[in-house]
């Protein structure tokens, strides 16, 4: 079992920036890839932001690309989702998960076996 305890959400306004940070525990070994998804009121969860922990290049969706930097510290098996220049359509319960990394499917939430309990944003205009 793999547990992630998430923090670092809250209010701001537009064009402000927030941390999101999600600390793993337990049999970290047993998953290859870390994700950052988002699901607003009355809308489907939503793939943000994905990396390895081996590294590599990191996968973003289009409507958080050039704004959200996804980053992992493997000595504190803690990873991170920087966001910046947000917008009140960035509003939503954010969600850190791990799980199964496979290249060219980084955004299909059933590879993630592990969540965390999720973080409020909340963007004003």
């Known amino acids: 079992q793999v547990q992630l305890v998430e923090s670092g959400g809250g209010l701001v306004q537009a064009g402000g920036s927030l941390r999101l940070s999600c600390a793993a525990s337990?049999?970290?070994?047993?998953?290859?890839?870390l994700g950052w998804f988002r699901q607003a009121p009355g809308k489907e969860r939503e793939f943000v932001a994905a990396?390895?922990?081996?590294?590599?290049?990191?996968y973003y969706a289009d409507s958080v690309k050039g704004r959200f930097t996804i980053s992992r510290d493997n000595a504190k098996n803690t990873f991170y989702l920087q966001m910046n220049s947000l917008k009140p359509e960035d509003t939503s319960i954010y969600y850190c998960?791990?799980?199964?990394?496979?290249?060219?499917?980084?955004?299909?939430?059933?590879?993630?076996?592990?969540w965390g309990q999720g973080t409020q944003v909340t963007v004003s205009s």
């Open positions: 998960a791990a799980g199964r990394y496979v290249i060219g499917a980084e955004g299909r939430p059933d590879l993630y076996s592990y």
């Open positions: 337990g049999r970290t070994f047993s998953v290859s890839g």
């Open positions: 990396i390895s922990w081996s590294g590599g290049r990191p």
